[in-house]
C-alpha cells in the first residue's frame, strides 16, 4: 500500500529533531458515517424558511433564533455521538503513544471521536472547536464546559424543552450559553480553537500528513503552505484528489494517497513504528 517515496518519507521524519503532525477534516469522520453538514443533511427548517448550513452556522443567527440554533447543533452532535470512532480514529491514538511530543494533531471536526477514541486534549488541536463543549454566551468565564448529556438524543428539526433549556444556561452566571464551535462570522484565536498553536506545529514539522480533508477552510491550508514553504514532506491521504494533494506533490519527498484514511492511516502508523523500532 505505501510506495517507497512514502516509507522514505517516514524514516526521515521519525530519524530526525522535528514533530510529525496530522491534520483532518471531515472525510474521516464521514467514514464513521458522520454526513457532511455543509450538504442537504445540514439544511434547516425555522418557521416558514429554509436555511443553508453556512447561514446556521454564524454568530448572527445565533443572536436572532437561539432556540432553533441550539435545536440544530444538539441534533447534530447527537448524530456524531451515536457515530464510532474508526481505525483511521484509532491509528492517531496509537501514533501519539509512538511519538510523545513530537506527535501533534489538528482536525477541523467538531465531532469529538478523536478525543473519544484515546487522543489527548493536550496534543488534540482542534481548530473548529467541539460540538459536545459550550461556554457562556456573556464570557463571564473563559471556562469551556462540557455539554450535558441530557441534552443528547434531540430528533431533526425538534424543539427545545423547557428542561433543555434550563441546562442550556452557564454555571456561574446563569446566562445564556453557546455552542463551543467556530462561526463563519467568527475569526481564529489561540484562546478557543488553539491557531497560534496549530501554526506553531506546522513550523515545527518535519512531517505533515493531511486526512480526508479538502482545504475549505482558511487555517488548514496555511498549516499546508508553512510545511511547503519550509521544505519539509506532505503526505495527503484522501478519496479524491484536492488541494492538499496538489502540495503534497510538490513538497520534498511528499506524496497523495488516494485511499480511504481508515485504509491507510493504520498502515502508515505502522511504518511510523517499524521506524521507531
Given at each position: 500500500m505505501l510506495n517507497q517515496t512514502v516509507i522514505r518519507a517516514i524514516r526521515d521524519a521519525v530519524n530526525?529533531?522535528?514533530?510529525?503532525?496530522?491534520?483532518?477534516?471531515?472525510g474521516i469522520s464521514a467514514e464513521s458515517g458522520i454526513p457532511t453538514f455543509r450538504g442537504p443533511e445540514g439544511y434547516w427548517t425555522i418557521g416558514s424558511e429554509v436555511y443553508q448550513p453556512q447561514e446556521m452556522a454564524t454568530l448572527q443567527m445565533f443572536q436572532r433564533h437561539p432556540e432553533a440554533i441550539w435545536s440544530w447543533y444538539l441534533y447534530r452532535a447527537t448524530v456524531c455521538h451515536n457515530a464510532v470512532q474508526n481505525q483511521g480514529h484509532k491509528a492517531l491514538v496509537d501514533l501519539e503513544k509512538l511519538l510523545g511530543d513530537r506527535f501533534a494533531l489538528i482536525?477541523?471536526?467538531?465531532?469529538?471521536?478523536?478525543?473519544?477514541?484515546?487522543?489527548?486534549?493536550?496534543?488534540?488541536?482542534?481548530?473548529?472547536?467541539?460540538?459536545?463543549r459550550m461556554r457562556c454566551m456573556g464570557g463571564?468565564?473563559?471556562?469551556?464546559?462540557?455539554?450535558?448529556?441530557?441534552?443528547?438524543?434531540?430528533?431533526?428539526?425538534?424543539?427545545?424543552?423547557?428542561?433543555?433549556?434550563?441546562?442550556?444556561?452557564?454555571?456561574d452566571c446563569s446566562g445564556a450559553v453557546r455552542p463551543h464551535v467556530l462561526w463563519f462570522d467568527e475569526y481564529y484565536n489561540e484562546e478557543w480553537y488553539r491557531c497560534d498553536s496549530a501554526m506553531k506545529a506546522a513550523d515545527e514539522a518535519q512531517l505533515l500528513i493531511v486526512a480526508g480533508t479538502s482545504g475549505a477552510t482558511s487555517l488548514p491550508?496555511?498549516?499546508?503552505?508553512?510545511?511547503?514553504?519550509?521544505?519539509?514532506?506532505?503526505?495527503?491521504?484522501?478519496?479524491?484528489p484536492n488541494p492538499f494533494s496538489d502540495l503534497a506533490q510538490r513538497s520534498k519527498g511528499g506524496a497523495f494517497i488516494q485511499s480511504a484514511s481508515a485504509t491507510v492511516l493504520p498502515a502508515l502508523v505502522e511504518s511510523v513504528s517499524a521506524a521507531v523500532s
Open positions: 530526525g529533531s522535528g514533530r510529525i503532525v496530522i491534520l483532518t477534516g471531515a482536525t477541523q471536526n467538531v465531532d469529538n471521536l478523536h478525543i473519544r477514541a484515546g487522543s489527548s486534549d493536550a496534543r488534540t488541536l482542534q481548530i473548529h472547536g467541539n460540538l459536545f463571564c468565564v473563559e471556562a469551556v464546559y462540557p455539554l450535558p448529556q441530557q441534552l443528547l438524543g434531540k430528533k431533526r428539526n425538534e424543539a427545545l424543552s423547557p428542561a433543555e433549556r434550563n441546562l442550556l444556561k452557564c454555571r491550508m496555511q498549516v499546508a503552505q508553512r510545511v511547503l514553504g519550509n521544505d519539509n514532506a506532505i503526505i495527503d491521504v484522501n478519496i479524491a
